[in-house]
């Protein structure tokens, strides 16, 4: 593995293929609860969709059933270990479009895990504590991510994949 490491509350985890990708987000679905929010942010293209397709493998759902909800807004996941509501707002126009298609009522509810790709889009909307990942280009195959906690909840989630990727 390329490495991972913390920087000032953060994880920091480079990647440099897919299986890489795979495995930190492996290593996340093994922490993960009900309840929580994470959002993803980065270019087009940057693997957030892929990062998404290899958590829900993680938490047993079939790999054949994940797509991108891009034109969609909302794919739901309930046949691995938590309900998995994931979200692509790029196409949305506004947080209203957002609300109205229902999308908070996933967010306040303790029984989802809820994945939002594009969340910086929705500002307010989100949950006060939640995950955020910044999924940065480093190489053709190469990313660098970066978890970062905003409340309790997140925090004790990231403790527990900083414990699982060994970086304490």
Request: with cysteine; net charge negative; proline share 3%.
């Amino acid at each position: 593995m390329v490495g991972d490491w913390c920087v000032a509350g953060d994880l920091i985890f480079q990647s440099g293929s897919e299986s890489e990708t795979a495995h930190l987000a492996t290593v996340l679905a093994g922490v993960v609860q009900p309840g929580l929010t994470l959002s993803l942010n980065g270019q087009l293209g940057a693997g957030k969709t892929c990062f998404v397709r290899a958590l829900a493998v993680g938490l047993g759902v079939n790999e054949l059933h994940v797509s991108s909800p891009t034109f969609v807004v909302l794919q739901q996941y309930v046949d691995g270990r938590i309900p998995l509501a994931h979200f692509d707002v790029y196409r949305l126009g506004d947080v209203d479009e957002f609300l109205g298609l229902g999308g908070a009522e996933y967010l306040d509810s303790e029984e989802w895990l809820c994945l939002v790709e594009w969340g910086e889009r929705l500002g307010g909307v989100l949950p006060a504590d939640r995950l955020e990942l910044s999924i940065s280009h480093t190489g053709e195959t190469a990313r660098s991510f970066r978890f970062t906690a905003t409340g309790p909840v997140s925090a004790s989630v990231l403790a527990d994949l900083r414990r699982g990727l060994g970086c304490v």
